[in-house]
């Protein structure tokens, strides 16, 4: 008896011995600055998920292997990766290097790039497509080098065009061509809806459909009274909250990628994100630019995914020096099948132009040149963001619909 | 050890000090873990901290901010209130019932045992992914099956007035936690209570109230107290599920707190915010405390306090 | 007790209805998991995939360090879980069966712990499990379980205190100490109880994903719900995996579950005697 108790007590003593050591022996040295073979140690944080993470590690291995004093390690945080980087920056532990599309409320921790850009030359700069280094800027200094950009087009589902033997929709439509397609794609007993929008759309997002219009949700000095409750900007969100009266479109819980891959959306209305996805899924979609209001071509806004580098990293020139790696050519021709690549020189080489897809995303980018979202403007956007949020969906929820006018003219104070 | 002449005086010596190398452990873990991480978020709460940059001395400001300026703040805490009192009450009742099936001397009960038990198995993450891929009123099963039913059901997702009641379908899911813990007290219940009390002519409704309740109010307290913590910071299903919305119908004091720190950046604001919160479950859950010596009673204490003596 | 039939079909009825609440997410969930991608978003849905592919699953585990994430979780579960139940029994204990000063205001101070909300804490807990250099080990998610906590200490008292007094003043009696009393008589009746404790803990810890996410940093340290959530992206949700691993995910608890039954059905007084 008192033996039996003593065994297992020594059973259990060893397990947790072992378990301790384990777990122990499994803390690394990531903090430490050098690792112990002497390398300049770089943490990378990354937002991908999923193969894309694999395929950004197999790159960093042949980084690692070509650069033999620098060791880069990948940091995949996934859908959460902008609590993490706060908790990090909070606690003065950020990574080295980062991807970053938020710079204004990011830069305060950054290092400022100019001075590494101009060191490379005014061609190395010019490669870049112009319209993203404002995307990656902040007040005029650059923060992040572009790694990646989406600007946003029609999805439409071509069997279900087929279907009503409608025709598919050509660059250089307006919006009214977008509505009477809808209309005709619309087949209630079918449960089939024209086009679909988010019912709680992203503020960041919307404002290109202003633009569009002629309008925006502020003025150059932050002012939205005259600017989001504008003539032209009434006259878009009605047209959007029209579109729901007259049920040619719905608006959706999510982005509206699950409800067209259901085949029940005609049309919708987003990035490059999806391109794999419905690929996968099996959907026969085409993409086709934004429509326009008529005089003038549409606009996008564009979501660019860029690299930046914290201020408070030990190893700057070693940073740059893989920001480098990650931007150039190579990197953006390995990432091609998952990102657009940001390189002139990429786009020439790998014939993205003619590509009957991605060429309508790069029409789209030269299109929206010269377009400043308010995001960048304004002191507080992520407060104002939540305000406009909130009234957008007061003007698209069906237990609301309120007047577009009306919301709007409530944002001002 | 000792002689025996001192033996006595050590003794109650060794009697004062006893107790305190008992709960040791958990003061040490205080003070190292949880007390300067407290201090620092309450100081933190008379700063204007945006994470990235510098922090800047505001004194009381964050707090006039929130009582004065952010409507938010009372939209928020209201909610959170409302929530409260339906999911408490609730959440307690279903466990309760639900412990009691599943003390039935019936076949098959240790199937249902696991079956009841299962979804508190799984993570908050994993529920709110699982419950929004069938509430949503597009492609979402639920609706599917009312539809087949001649139902059609509600814009779960999108209806603010139904919004809430996701929430609580999606919490009340995982009432498993709470079953077990009334079914252990209720199994700890000795069988010759109940025997003595049938003798007496007692059925079994009478017996449930005069010795199963009685019995297990200390787990209720336990339960009370923890359903109000985790109800009045209710985050993930909120972030995940409904993110606040329709409307910010569902927007939470917990997510009010988690958007102002890390949407928002505003750290200093949000320890305001969250110090404000802490005091009031504190105080919330001290009235309880006080309010249960009128109503639960411990095995421990009956010859001294003389009171619910009972069943012995 | 005799049960009547009518007794046991009203019972049979409420245990099926309720079963229907709790089973139906996981069935959705399998079914789910083992459709193509182009049945998940088929419309009228179907209720079951032309061909089950069982292969979902490999595909799910294989698409990240699973194995690594399955071992990583297992050493934070099971050394969180013994830290848990030897610091809180003891703790649990002091608190229950003795008298002394400042005994409520510190209870009180224990139970105010379960109210601080993490988001404000957590930076600072951060910068200290830096400076302590635990940052991106399992540490941090483990040692602190080594010091209780209240919610494991709160329950655990609860149970302690509904045991009569004079067990300990007999055994005082007798001549044993203070440590004695509670290793030799109280550990065995709280059986039922640190059961329970167990469980609980296990799953919290298995499917804490803030505190993982918050303090490990790459790949090598991560935990299964770590790993369940990186199939959601920004953008996308990659629904077959997740219901997958979901499903997964659950099989450890539910069969430290299964063990665990039998001693909470022993209940605590079953000891006593």
Not at chain 1, 127 to 131: L, R
Not at chain 2, 118 to 122: E, M, R, S
Not at chain 2, 246 to 252: D, E, I, M, R
């Given at each position: 008896m008192k033996v039996q108790k003593k065994m297992k007590l020594f059973f259990l003593f060893t397990i947790i011995a072992t378990l301790l050591l384990s777990a122990c022996s499994s803390s690394s040295d990531t903090n430490g600055e050098k690792a112990e073979d002497g390398k300049v140690k770089l943490r990378f944080a990354t937002w991908d998920v999923g193969d894309d993470v694999d395929l950004q590690q197999k790159l960093i291995d042949q980084f690692n292997a070509e650069n033999s004093d620098i060791e880069v390690v990948l940091e995949a945080y996934g859908g959460d990766y902008d609590t993490k980087i706060t908790a990090g920056i909070g606690a003065k532990d950020a990574p080295d290097i980062m991807y970053m599309w938020n710079y204004p409320q990011y830069k305060d921790a950054l290092e400022p790039l100019d001075s590494y850009i101009e060191d490379k030359g005014e061609e190395y700069k010019g490669?870049?497509?112009?319209?993203l280094w404002n995307y990656n800027a902040v007040d005029g200094d650059v923060y992040g080098l572009p790694v990646g950009y989406t600007t946003h087009v029609v999805y439409y589902n071509k069997d279900l065009f087929d279907e009503k033997g409608i025709e598919y929709p050509k660059a250089g439509w307006t919006w009214k061509d977008l509505q009477e397609t809808a209309k005709k794609l619309t087949d209630k007993d079918k449960k089939i809806t024209g086009f679909a929008f988010p019912g709680k759309p992203d503020p960041y997002d919307f404002e290109m459909y202003l633009w569009g219009n002629g309008a925006s949700y502020v003025d150059s000095k932050g002012n939205l009274d005259g600017n989001i409750n504008s003539k032209k900007a009434i006259e878009t969100f009605t047209m959007f909250q029209n579109m729901l009266k007259d049920e040619i479109a719905i608006t959706t819980e999510g982005w509206g990628d699950t409800e067209f891959k259901t085949n029940r959306v005609g049309m919708f209305i987003n990035g490059a994100w999806y391109l794999e996805a419905f690929k996968e899924a099996g959907i026969n979609y085409g993409v086709v630019e934004i429509p326009s209001f008529g005089d003038k071509p549409s606009a996008s806004i564009v979501s660019s995914s860029g690299i930046a580098m914290s201020k408070d990293s030990k190893h700057k020139e070693a940073a740059f020096k893989f920001m480098e790696f990650w931007t150039g050519e190579q990197a953006n021709k390995e990432r091609l099948s998952f990102e657009l690549p940001v390189l002139k020189s990429v786009v020439e080489s790998e014939k993205l132009q003619e590509d009957p897809i991605k060429s309508v995303f790069y029409s789209m980018l030269e299109q929206s040149e010269g377009y400043n979202p308010t995001s960048f403007v304004t002191d507080d956007w992520s407060k104002l963001s939540d305000d406009l949020s909130l009234v957008f969906e007061e003007i698209f929820n069906p237990s609301t619909r309120v007047d577009p006018k009306e919301a709007l003219n409530s944002v001002i104070k | 050890m000792f002689t025996k002449k001192n033996k006595q005086k050590k003794f109650t010596l060794v009697r004062k000090r006893v107790p305190f190398l008992f709960i040791l452990p958990w003061i040490i873990g205080f003070i190292v873990f949880t007390l300067g991480p407290l201090v620092f978020s309450l100081i933190m709460s008379l700063f204007d901290w945006p994470i990235a940059g510098e922090a800047k001395f505001i004194g009381f400001d964050n707090f006039s901010t929130m009582f004065t300026a952010d409507p938010q703040f009372y939209d928020s805490l209201w909610i959170t209130l409302k929530f409260a009192l339906i999911f408490v009450p609730l959440n307690l009742l279903v466990a309760l019932v639900l412990a009691l099936l599943i003390t039935q001397p019936i076949k098959g009960i240790k199937v249902f045992r696991t079956i009841f038990y299962?979804?508190?198995?799984?993570s908050g993450v994993a529920v709110s992914i699982i419950w929004g891929w069938m509430f949503n009123s597009e492609y979402g099963v639920l609706n599917y099956i009312l539809s087949l039913l001649g139902i059609e059901g509600p814009n779960w997702l999108i209806d603010p007035k139904w919004a809430i009641v996701t929430i609580v379908i999606a919490s009340a899911w995982g009432v498993g936690s709470m079953m077990l813990i009334f079914y252990t007290d209720i199994k700890g219940i000795p069988h010759e209570m109940y025997e003595a009390a049938s003798i007496d002519g007692a059925g079994p409704i009478r017996q449930f109230i005069s010795i199963t309740i009685p019995t297990i109010t200390p787990t209720i307290l336990f339960n009370v107290i923890t359903s109000v913590i985790a109800a009045l910071q209710q985050l993930t299903l909120v972030l995940l599920l409904t993110g606040g919305g329709?409307?910010?119908?569902?927007?939470?004091y917990g997510l009010f707190v988690y958007n102002n720190a890390f949407k928002h950046h505003e750290l200093g604001y949000a320890s305001a915010n969250a110090w404000f919160m802490f005091i009031i479950i504190l105080l919330l859950t001290m009235l309880i405390f006080k309010s249960s010596s009128a109503w639960v009673f411990y095995e421990a204490e009956v010859k001294k306090e003389k009171k619910g003596g009972k069943g012995k | 007790m005799k049960l009547t039939r009518k007794y046991k079909f009203i019972m049979y009825s409420i245990l099926v209805l309720f079963s229907l609440y709790f089973l139906f997410p996981f069935i959705w969930a399998l079914i789910t998991a083992l459709k193509t991608e182009g049945e998940v978003f088929s419309f009228p849905p179907k209720f079951i995939p032309d061909v089950p592919l069982f292969s979902n699953f490999m595909d799910a585990w294989n698409s990240q360090p699973f194995g690594i994430y399955f071992k990583n979780s297992m050493i934070v579960t099971v050394l969180t879980t013994i830290g848990q139940l030897i610091s809180c029994s003891l703790v649990a204990y002091g608190f229950a069966r003795y008298d002394f000063k400042y005994k409520n205001f510190l209870f009180i101070l224990l139970l105010s712990t379960m109210m601080i909300p993490w988001d404000v804490t957590m930076i600072p807990l951060y910068m200290e499990f830096n400076l302590f250099g635990w940052i991106n080990t399992l540490k941090p998610l483990i040692i602190p379980a080594f010091f209780g906590s209240a919610y494991n200490i709160f329950l655990l008292r609860q149970f302690l205190m509904n045991?009569?007094?004079?067990l300990e003043n007999a055994a005082r009696i007798d001549g044993a100490n203070e440590f004695q009393i509670f290793y030799k008589i109280f550990l065995p009746i709280m059986k039922a109880p640190l059961t329970l404790i167990a469980v609980l803990n296990i799953i919290l810890v298995w499917n804490d994903y803030l505190g993982p996410l918050i303090y490990l940093n790459d790949q090598s340290k991560y935990t299964m719900a770590l790993g369940l959530a990186s199939f959601q992206g920004v953008h996308e949700l990659q629904i077959i995996p997740i219901m997958a691993m979901t499903l997964v995910m659950i099989i450890p608890p539910v069969i430290v579950f299964a063990f665990a039954q039998k001693y909470i059905v022993e209940g605590i007084s079953g000891s006593i005697k």
């Open positions: 490669n870049f497509y112009e319209a | 299962l979804p508190a198995v799984v329709p409307l910010k119908s569902t927007y939470f | 045991i009569p007094k004079d």
